[in-house]
């Protein structure tokens, strides 16, 4: 996740993260906890926990490729340095991820 400031990974609230296909009516996934947060600066490197990942195995229609995958937030999401909430990314208009990485591993 790129932010245009310095965010405190501490902060980050991961049940305030939505991803969602805005094509696939009710392909929406709310985050319950990440299975780890490295902050970088103005980036936070959030890996999904297994709970989510079984859960997005629920939703074929979600987070499969680039034009699958979208994130909504709310203002408690994070907060920066001066302790500024996240601006709001509301489902009806969720942001499109700028990169995507497909899973290469294979179940074993």
Do not use: M
């Amino acid at each position: 996740l790129n932010f245009s400031e310095t965010v405190l990974a501490n902060t980050l609230v991961p049940t305030a993260v939505t991803l969602l296909n805005p094509n696939a009516p009710g392909a929406q996934l709310n985050l319950s906890a990440p299975s780890s947060v490295l902050p970088y600066g103005a980036a936070i490197c959030l890996a999904l926990s297994p709970a989510d990942l079984n859960a997005l195995k629920l939703h074929p229609e979600l987070a499969k490729n680039a034009s699958t995958t979208f994130l909504a937030v709310s203002t408690n999401f994070v907060e920066d340095v001066h302790a500024n909430g996240a601006d709001a990314v509301l489902t009806s208009n969720p942001l499109p991820v700028g990169r995507f990485i497909a899973d290469a591993v294979a179940p074993v």
